[in-house]
């Protein structure tokens, strides 16, 4: 038996441990009186209070800076509360039948019926009854949970069985509940959703984010809507602020999204990814993927001062990145490849960049286009200093994205 001197501020106290929370104050007056001849108290490896609540206040009231302690190797979070709790009911009175309950209830996440049972010597069958509620919250919180892990579609259902302790039989039987649930119809919709009926995408109003170009929400809504499945996986490689996510989410979408720079906050949403190392090893097969990449100058250091930044680099080096990427889906053999570009005027809006024909000359000979959408912008983005200037020298200035689907054939 290890007994050590332990110091009195060391001493963890965990208020959840123990099966009884009232405390006896004539025990720690008495104890108080002669805590040198009071027994040791019990803690674990790491401190952690596991019986002697009252011998510990009692050398506290004492004004003692150390106490004798035993100290007991506790192998997991379910032996240290079967300890503390066999510990507490060996001295003082029984506890009540609500003391137990509360017992059972409090710790059924962490300890089988069985294990219950046995140390607050129950039958099964009431531990069972007394904790039916709190295990169906517990089972719909889990369900829940494993079906947020199957979205990232980096997850395949055999890590998530191994996660959670269940048979794979199960996570695919939650999946399949789960993915016609809630606020969608059974396409995957959302039910207070209108598509856009023709191929020009306008916004009542912009969902701006204060994301430099971010991808606006009913956009997406649209394009999953069109040209996706519920459960369909979407790949998302520029995933900036996180639209992807979101809408994947609320319309059972699988989702690999991923970036460069990971914006604080969606760390379990998007992997770090930078494109020029072509595809990830864990990317399953995309149904449909979605490449809202910077819009060449027009973005220059908007998302960061590097040069890997496709924002940052010269036309050249734009293309051979991007295009290199692009031929590496279609080996792939994505399903659906959709881009969403803005031609580039620059050079005082002398020169003209359809970035959207380039990429279509990469994709023709596997690929067939699907369908082409026109994402206007408001003309507010051009003030009237610009405007004038345009006329004077009769150019007519770009007010739309492209936004290009095509199919594998
Ligand atoms: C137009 S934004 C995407 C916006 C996103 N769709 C949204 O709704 O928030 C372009 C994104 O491409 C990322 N990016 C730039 N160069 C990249 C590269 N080489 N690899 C991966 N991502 C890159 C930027 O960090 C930026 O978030």
Redesign the pocket.
């Known amino acids: 038996m290890a007994i050590q001197e332990i110091a009195i501020k060391d001493i963890v106290y965990r208020e959840d441990l123990y099966p009884r929370q009232e405390v006896d104050n004539n025990l720690i007056e008495k104890y108080q009186q002669s805590v040198e001849l009071l027994p040791p108290i019990k803690i674990n490896q790491v401190n952690i209070l596991i019986d002697g609540r009252h011998r510990w206040n009692a050398h506290q009231r004492a004004g003692a800076t150390s106490i004798k302690a035993e100290i007991i190797q506790t192998e997991s979070e379910a032996h240290l509360e079967i300890l503390a709790y066999e510990l507490n009911s060996l001295h003082g009175k029984q506890l009540t039948n609500a003391e137990k309950k509360k017992f059972a209830v409090k710790k059924c996440e962490l300890l089988t019926i069985k294990e219950i049972s046995r140390i607050i010597l129950v039958q099964e069958r009431t531990v069972r009854d007394w904790t039916h509620t709190k295990r169906k919250e517990l089972e719909e919180y889990r369900n829940e949970r494993i079906f947020a892990d199957n979205l990232r579609a980096w997850n395949t259902q055999a890590d998530i069985a191994e996660k959670y302790g269940v048979s794979r039989q199960t996570v695919s039987d939650i999946i399949k509940k789960y993915a016609e649930n809630g606020k969608i119809a059974k396409s995957g919709e959302i039910l207070d959703f209108k598509p856009f009926p023709y191929s020009i995408w306008n916004l009542a109003k912009s969902d701006e ?1 204060s ?5 606006p929400k009913v956009y ?1 809504e649209n394009l999953l809507y069109y040209f996706t499945e519920l459960m369909s996986t979407v790949y ?9 996510v979101d809408v994947c989410k609320a319309m059972r979408r699988r989702y690999y999204c ?4 990971v914006i604080p906050g969606r760390e379990d949403d998007i992997k770090q ?4 190392d072509g595809l990830p090893e864990d990317l399953p097969l995309p149904d449909l993927a979605f490449l ?4 060449w100058v027009q ?1 220059e250091n908007k ?2 001062k590097d040069s ?4 940052n680099m010269s036309l050249d080096n734009f293309y051979a ?1 991007f295009e290199g990427f692009l031929k590496e889906l279609i080996g792939r053999k994505a399903k659906k490849i959709a881009i969403v570009i803005q031609p580039t005027q620059y050079k005082n809006y002398l020169t003209y960049e359809d970035h959207i024909f380039h990429f279509a000359k990469v994709l023709e000979a596997k690929y067939k286009i699907e369908m082409r959408c026109i994402l206007p912008y408001s003309s507010q983005q051009y003030n009237a200093q610009m405007v004038e200037k345009a006329k004077e020298k009769k150019i007519c200035l770009g007010l739309h994205r492209d936004l290009v689907i095509w199919r594998l054939v």
């Open positions: 984010t994301y430099f170009g971010a991808f997406m998302d490689p520029f995933s900036g602020n996180g639209t992807s991923s970036d460069r720079i990814w930078d494109i020029a809202d990449p910077p819009y973005a998302y960061s890997q930044d496709l924002a990145t």
